[in-house]
Nanobody, 123 residues
Framework: VQLQAFGGGLVQAGGSLRLSCAAS????????MGWFRQIPGKEREFVAA????????DYGDSVKGRFTISRDNAKNTVWLQMNTLKPEDTAVYYC?????????????????WGQGTLVTVSS
């Protein structure tokens, strides 16, 4: 599975941005997908995850109510809609995937990772 994330950029605080992650291969519909973010010098932080069917989602506490994860299995794509962005959302955002794991929010739960896309929120 190869993942490619894009859509990052510079946005003002209070604004919105949508990240996309495109997956290659024929098994996207079997993958649980996740988004993580990382600031230099800090551990990678869980942002959101979505089940293979799209019926179940989970979010990190810092983004609940502001971010929405969604997917389209026909397009092999998962999105992260980010609203009401804050300067503390500034980070490199990574998409990740796994076929199965017990947990949803730990980096060790995910086997496949895309390259990051930088999101910068100015105050």
């Amino acid at each position: 599975v190869q993942l490619q994330a894009f859509g990052g950029g510079l946005v003002q605080a209070g604004g919105s941005l949508r990240l996309s992650c495109a997956a290659s291969g024929h098994t996207f519909s079997r993958l649980r997908m996740g988004w993580f973010r990382q600031i230099p010098g800090k551990e990678r932080e869980f942002v959101a995850a979505i089940s293979w069917s799209g019926t179940s989602t989970d979010y990190g506490d810092s983004v609940k109510g502001r971010f929405t994860i969604s997917r389209d299995n026909a397009k092999n794509t998962v999105w992260l809609q980010m609203n009401t962005l804050k300067p503390e959302d500034t980070a490199v955002y990574y998409c990740a995937a796994t076929y199965y794991s017990r947990g949803w929010s730990d980096v060790r739960d995910y086997k496949y990772w895309g390259q990051g896309t930088l999101v910068t929120v100015s105050s």
